[in-house]
């Protein structure tokens, strides 16, 4: 998958790039959680002062949301962009597994996913349920693809698709998580690989 930039910031200038410190308070988060990123961590990383976090993003919650937000897209324009350079829906999720496996491994940017992380330590009801349409951005896609798949042939029409959504999702999230807790690239590896083996063999489309 694509590489986000994690340069650090030089100085406390009197302006600020507000794009550049909203990537860099993604990373505090990403790295950190919410719950266990100060606000003197977020500006020493944007490379701002207290009072200019708050006039450009309000508050500490906020600026999660948005950073968050920010993750997301690029999560979710990156597999679809990929999904629509792969000519089956199996070829399509197989790379969804293969690239988050080395992605979640890598060792310039945090661990894992910044949305499934998201998950593990929410500190409000109020804010969980803002997370949790962030998490479900990729379920659409999955979805559509999957559906297409059916449509064009190379499922079956029995195709229970919720099911396969949910266990493929279960199992993106599931290697996020182990990443998190130190699995090495070759273990994320062979979990991708064995959750493809249940991927349903083809069908006719009169099947």
Not at 80 to 91: D, I, L, N, Q, S
Request: proline share 4%.
């Amino acid at each position: 998958m694509g590489r986000m930039s994690t340069d650090k910031p030089r100085g406390r200038p009197r302006s600020f790039d507000r794009d550049q410190a909203l990537e860099r308070a993604m990373h505090v988060f990403w790295r950190q959680g919410y719950e266990g990123s100060s606000i003197s961590d977020l500006t020493r990383a944007m490379g701002i002062n207290p009072p200019s976090l708050y006039a450009a993003f309000g508050d500490k919650e906020r600026l999660y949301l948005e950073a968050l937000g920010r993750y997301q897209q690029w999560r979710v324009e990156l597999i679809a962009k990929r999904f629509g350079e792969e000519p089956t829906a199996e070829a399509a999720v197989r790379r969804l597994l293969i690239e988050a496996a080395r992605e979640f491994a890598r060792s310039d940017v945090p661990r894992g996913s910044m949305l499934v992380f998201s998950a593990m330590q929410c500190p409000s009801d109020s804010l969980e349920a803002k997370l949790a349409e962030h998490r479900a951005g990729m379920r659409p896609i999955l979805k559509a693809r999957i559906k297409r798949a059916v449509v064009e042939g190379e499922l079956k029409r029995a195709t229970d698709i919720e099911a396969l959504v949910d266990f493929y999702r279960a199992v993106f999230q599931g290697m996020a998580l182990q990443a998190r807790t130190g699995a090495s690239r070759k273990r994320l590896l062979a979990i991708a690989q064995t959750a493809m083996r249940a991927w349903p063999r083809r069908g006719r489309v009169s099947d």
